[in-house]
Structures are given as structure tokens and as C-alpha cells.
T-cell receptor, first 114, second 111 residues
Framework: GAVVSQHPSRVICKSGTSVKIECRSL??????MFWYRQFPKKSLMLMAT?????????EQGVEKDKFLINHASLTLSTLTVTSAHPEDSSFYIC??????????FGPGTRLTVT | KQEVTQIPAALSVPEGENLVLNCSFT??????LQWFRQDPGKGLTSLLL?????REQTSGRLNASLDKSSGRSTLYIAASQPGDSATYLC??????????FGGGTRVLVKP
């Protein structure tokens, strides 16, 4: 199957700082990428849908000014958590849509805000 | 709004026993249903994808059925092994390519 990478895999940052997470589709072009958030022992919750070259569409309750998403190319999307707080600590997972059929998921990024 | 439920939330079985994981969804207007495996602290691995027009999919020891009209899917894992221990998630795809996930079933296979 298609491969999606995320970087970094783990990040610890101080409260008030910003952190950027990269999501790359390595062997396919993803016109659409999705960002999910997962709390411990919980399921994935969709945060936003990003289409290459256009603004992301955020799910209800997700602050677009706090979670900045950029999808500048067909193989790269970034999520920037701005002014991070401890409650933003979570597992963030991205996925890329291949050929309009199946989503391929990245390995996730563990964010800890101290 | 689509809601996906997985029962049971956790399951512990001895090695060799067959596993039966259930997934139900409230809105039958889906494009497909997908089963994933997630190991602790890791991403998702796709196991099986069933299109809305299909009744089942099989891969090795795994078999997934789909009854769209009743809003149900079942994942069967035959002859379970300790390496099958993980969390299993089902997700349905609807309009806008959005996936809605169930809460997952945590499986422990005891040697």
C-alpha cells in the first residue's frame, strides 16, 4: 500500500510555543489530506480536511486559528499548533487520499505540552 | 450525523480462539467501510475495505462482512494469535471522503 510519513514522531514543547507537524505522502500524490486527533484510549476525531492549494475545511469545534493547516504541494501537508497549551497534548495522525478511494495513514505524532 | 459504535470495547481470549468484533453505524448512506488495526502509540494499518456494494472481504485469517441495510459489520479473526493483540477500529466513509471512526475494540490474545 501507499506510504505516509509524519515528522516528528514525538515532540515536547513548552506552553505558549508553536509546533509544526509534517505529513508527507511518499509514493503517491494526495490531493486531499486529513488531520485527526486521538486522545488516550479513544478513537480518532477528524480535525480538518485539506485540499492542495486551497484553504482547509475544519470540523465543528476545531479552532482554525489555533491549528493552522497548509497543503502547499501534492505530497506535503503541515499542521501547526500555535500557542500550545497542555490540553493540546495528544496524538495527531494524518492521512492522504489516494486516487479518491482509500485513505493511507501516517504513523502519528505524539505531542506533549509542558 | 453518522455515529459508529464498536462492541465490545475490550476483549480477552486464549490463543487459538476465533475473534468476533462488531461495528454498527447509524446512517446507511456510506461509500465503504474499513477495518484498521492500531498498535499502542502507532498509526493505523488498514486491514480490509468493503465497498458499499459488497457483502464481505477476506484476507488470510481475516473476514469482514457488511450489512449496509442494518448498519452492521463484523470482523472475524480465525485462530487468534498473541500477535493479533491490538486495537481494532472500524470506520465508514460517507460524502466528502470523510471517515467516521468507532471507538475501537482492544483485543488481548493470551498465549
Amino acid at each position: 500500500g501507499a506510504v505516509v510519513s509524519q515528522h516528528p514522531s514525538r515532540v515536547i514543547c513548552k506552553s505558549g510555543t508553536s509546533v509544526k507537524i509534517e505529513c508527507r505522502s511518499l509514493d503517491f500524490q494526495a490531493t486531499t489530506m486529513f488531520w485527526y486527533r486521538q486522545f488516550p484510549k479513544k478513537s480518532l476525531m477528524l480535525m480538518a480536511t485539506s485540499n492542495e492549494g486551497s484553504k482547509a475545511t475544519y470540523e465543528q469545534g476545531v479552532e482554525k486559528d489555533k491549528f493552522l493547516i497548509n497543503h502547499a504541494s501534492l505530497t506535503l501537508s503541515t499542521l501547526t499548533v500555535t500557542s500550545a497549551h497542555p490540553e493540546d497534548s495528544s496524538f495527531y495522525i494524518c492521512s492522504g487520499l489516494a486516487g479518491g478511494m482509500e485513505q493511507y495513514f501516517g504513523p502519528g505524532t505524539r505531542l506533549t505540552v509542558t | 450525523k453518522q455515529e459508529v459504535t464498536q462492541i465490545p470495547a475490550a476483549l480477552s481470549v486464549p490463543e487459538g480462539e476465533n475473534l468476533v468484533l462488531n461495528c454498527s453505524f447509524t446512517d446507511s448512506a456510506i461509500y465503504n467501510l474499513q477495518w484498521f488495526r492500531q498498535d499502542p502509540g502507532k498509526g493505523l494499518t488498514s486491514l480490509l475495505l468493503i465497498q458499499s456494494s459488497q457483502r464481505e472481504q477476506t484476507s488470510g485469517r481475516l473476514n469482514a462482512s457488511l450489512d449496509k441495510s442494518s448498519g452492521r459489520s463484523t470482523l472475524y479473526i480465525a485462530a487468534s494469535q498473541p500477535g493479533d493483540s491490538a486495537t481494532y477500529l472500524c470506520a465508514v466513509k460517507a460524502a466528502g471522503n470523510k471517515l467516521t471512526f468507532g471507538g475501537g475494540t482492544r483485543v488481548l490474545v493470551k498465549p
